[in-house]
């Protein structure tokens, strides 16, 4: 059974307006930890941002923020203020036994 | 700082001749080390775990003896691609693990069978 799912396979969004990407996951544990990951054209894989799943208040890195609702198991990515440099795959992923499994991800295209 | 070199970041080879990736941390000790592979325009699927000084822990389907791994040090594993095929050209990717919960990705290698 996949454990992290992101319905999306593509999504486009006007440069400077608000974008949400979306994510669900499957798990049986308490505590844990999520994440989002953004692979730009170079392949680099980068930590946009980590949610543990014990602490209530979503987590923020500057135009990025999540909404967290661990009882829905939701776990989406709000990129706020969007910018030509937002363009990549974004994936979501899963801590699970000290491994990252990542979802299939989302390719955004930022339209200028 | 956590930062991870991964070498070569292409490669082209020859049917049945092996390829060495190297994957290095360069300001921490990674305790753990992941080995993860991506078909274009897919995700990046676990191939194996790697700790240090014991064998690795491949994932079902992925067949050990072709993709051999080795943690010889805390800041240094490998993934030795023996026997390669067509169907092995890929993108490989190393991540490793510090002793908190921080993951750190190499620059990924690209791997070309002809």
């Known amino acids: 059974a996949q454990t992290v799912t992101q319905s999306q396979p593509e999504m486009s969004v006007q440069e400077a307006e608000t974008v949400t990407l979306s994510c669900t996951y499957d798990t049986s544990e308490s505590d844990y930890y999520l994440f989002w990951y953004k692979q730009p054209p170079s392949r680099q894989m980068i930590l946009v941002i980590r949610q543990e799943a014990y602490k209530q208040q979503n987590a923020t890195e500057n135009r990025f923020s999540v909404n967290f609702q661990k009882a829905a198991k939701s776990f989406s990515l709000k990129i706020s203020d969007s910018q030509l440099g937002d363009a990549a795959m974004y994936f979501c992923?899963?801590?699970?036994?000290?491994?990252?499994?990542f979802g299939k991800g989302t390719r955004l295209h930022i339209l200028p | 700082g956590a930062v991870v070199s991964q070498h070569p970041s292409r490669v082209i080879c020859k049917s049945g001749t092996s390829v060495k990736i190297e994957c290095r941390s360069l300001d921490f000790q990674a305790t753990t080390m992941f080995w993860y592979r991506q078909f274009p325009k897919q995700s990046l699927m676990l191939m194996a775990t790697s700790n240090e000084g014991s064998k690795a822990t491949y994932e079902q389907g992925v067949e050990k003896d072709k993709f051999l791994i080795n943690h010889a040090s805390l800041t240094l594993s490998t993934l030795t691609v023996t026997s390669a095929h067509p169907e092995d050209s890929s993108f490989y990717i190393c991540s490793a693990r510090a002793w908190t919960v921080q993951y750190t990705f190499g620059s990924g290698t690209r791997l070309t069978v002809v």
């Open positions: 992923a899963y801590l699970r036994d000290d491994k990252i499994i």
